[in-house]
Each structure stands twice: as C-alpha cells, then as structure tokens.
C-alpha cells in the first residue's frame, strides 16, 4: 500500500492541498515501456545520450518524451521513461523541446566535469 499524493490549487498565492487515497478524474495513459519509437538520438562522448522518445498512445506532450541515459539503449528493449535507479538508464526527463534538449546537454556537461 503506498501513498497518493494529489495536489489542487490555482494560484500562487493559493495553498496546495494533498491527500492519501485516490484521485478524481481521468490520469492519462502511462507510456508503455515495450512500445517506443526513437524520434531523435544525441549520442556524446561522455557515455550519455539524450533521446526523444514517442510512447505511442501516451497523451501528455502527444506522447514525446526527452530523456538524458546513461549509455545508449538499444531499441529493441523496453525503456521505461521513469526514474527508476539502480542500473536503469533514465537518469532525467525533460520537456520535449528546445529548452529541454539544452536543460538536458548542461546536464550532462556538470556531470562530466572533472
């Protein structure tokens, strides 16, 4: 049993609420690791690789996803876009745009500095 938190609120001057049970109305479909498409794929020579990813059938961002790994997956294997730990390789996700590619290419750059 795990904790749901949800939060509400429509200003910043409004307080966020939170909760445990579950939340009303529709969540979106979640990307299903088995069914990606590689849309794009910056590979550097630090051993990451930042990859914009379409999880067909996921609404948020129509589906897109851009995600800074460790290595370079291979496309015939599940990625699950999440921050799971350990050895998965989604480190981080950013918003599939230009701001996001260059959050995600500053990233790597302050983990490769020696």
């Known amino acids: ?7 509400s609120g429509g200003s910043v001057n ?4 939170s909760f ?3 939340c009303s109305g529709p969540e979106p ?13 910056r590979v550097l020579g630090f051993g990451y690789s930042v990859l914009e990813v379409l999880y067909p059938g996921c609404t948020t961002f129509g589906g897109r996803k851009l995600l800074l790994c460790r290595g370079l997956p291979k496309e015939d294997e599940p ?7 350990g050895e998965h390789p989604v480190i981080a996700r950013f918003e599939p745009n230009e701001m996001g590619l260059l959050l995600a290419m500053e990233c790597i750059k302050s983990l490769t500095v020696v």
Do not use: I, N, Y
Request: aromatic content about 8%.
């Open 1 to 7: 049993m795990g904790l749901t938190m949800c939060f």
């Open 14 to 17: 409004a307080p966020f609420t």
């Open 20 to 22: 445990s049970g579950g």
């Open 29 to 41: 479909p979640e990307p299903r690791p088995h069914k990606w498409e590689l849309v794009s794929v």
């Open 79 to 85: 990625l699950d876009p999440h921050l799971l730990g």
